[in-house]
């Protein structure tokens, strides 16, 4: 074979083998190709909570700052506790009317992933397999204290502890939308990072909770 067209080849399998190697990793923080990584309103650093000197409340009030989070749009709109999810920075139920079915992905002729595709698309969001969060990770109405109590919940948590948690915070794939929303929409408080520094600080304070 010709020199030069035998490094042609090699350069596609090389390439055609890194995109493999891409498919193959099954989740990570890493965005899609050409999504816009933003910040939100701000969130509080972890410092700003050393002065509290005992370290329970320490940890509860790491959660009020953790929970500013989740109760954004970004988050909550995903993590209700009806069987519609909800839309846009007023919590409208989405239209068109969807049901998330069984598995939370939507019922036929209405999966998610119809309308949702693996990145944002003229301003419908995207962010790879689209779901709403299972019923029990449901969040609407709930106070600081509740929400905390549910992630602490191994029956209503998908089973994880407070390190599992800070992982899935850090690493789960889909709540990389929070901060690549499409333009119109806010960003979730913060930056990924700083939100996960707070879970790390709250569980390593023993993950306690707000009293209300
Ligand atoms: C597009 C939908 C979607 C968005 C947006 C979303 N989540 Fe989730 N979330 C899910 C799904 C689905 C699960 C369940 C995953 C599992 O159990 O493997 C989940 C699970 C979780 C869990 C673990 C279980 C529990 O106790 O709740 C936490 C914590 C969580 N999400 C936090 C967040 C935060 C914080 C944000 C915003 C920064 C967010 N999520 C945004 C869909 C979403
Ligand atoms: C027929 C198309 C369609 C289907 C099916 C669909 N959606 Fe949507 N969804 C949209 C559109 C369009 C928007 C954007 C609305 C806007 O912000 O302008 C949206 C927005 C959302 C949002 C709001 C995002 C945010 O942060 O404000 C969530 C959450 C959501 N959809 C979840 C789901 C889930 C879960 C399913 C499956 C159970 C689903 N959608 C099925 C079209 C669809």
């Excluded at 969001?125 to 779901?131: K, S, Y």
């Excluded at 602490?152 to 929303?181: C, M, V, Y």
């Amino acid at each position: 074979m010709h020199k030069k067209r035998l490094i042609g080849k090699l350069a596609v399998t090389a390439a055609l083998l890194s995109t493999a190697l891409i498919l193959a990793v099954p989740s990570g923080s890493s965005e899609p190709a050409g999504s816009n990584v933003r910040k939100g309103p701000p969130l509080a650093p972890v410092s700003a909570f050393e002065g509290v000197r005992d370290t329970d409340a320490r940890s509860a009030a790491l959660f009020g700052e953790i929970a500013k989070a989740a109760k954004h749009p970004r988050c909550m709109n995903c993590h209700t506790l009806t069987d519609r999810p909800f839309q846009g920075e007023d919590r409208r139920p989405h239209a068109p009317r969807v049901t998330r079915g069984y598995g939370d992905i939507g019922v036929a002729g209405m999966y998610c992933t119809t309308c949702h595709q693996a990145e944002n698309y003229e301003g419908v969001p995207g962010h790879g397999a689209w779901l709403m969060a299972p019923q029990s990770m449901g969040w609407t109405g709930m106070s600081d204290r509740e929400i905390c109590e549910q992630w602490k919940d191994r029956d209503r948590n998908g089973d994880r502890s407070p390190q599992e948690i800070l992982h899935h915070i850090e690493e789960e794939h889909l709540l990389g939308f929070a901060w690549t929303p499409p333009d119109h929409l806010e960003p979730a408080p913060g930056s990924r990072h700083e939100l996960a520094a707070l879970v790390k600080a709250w569980a390593e304070t023993g993950a306690h909770c707000p009293t209300n």
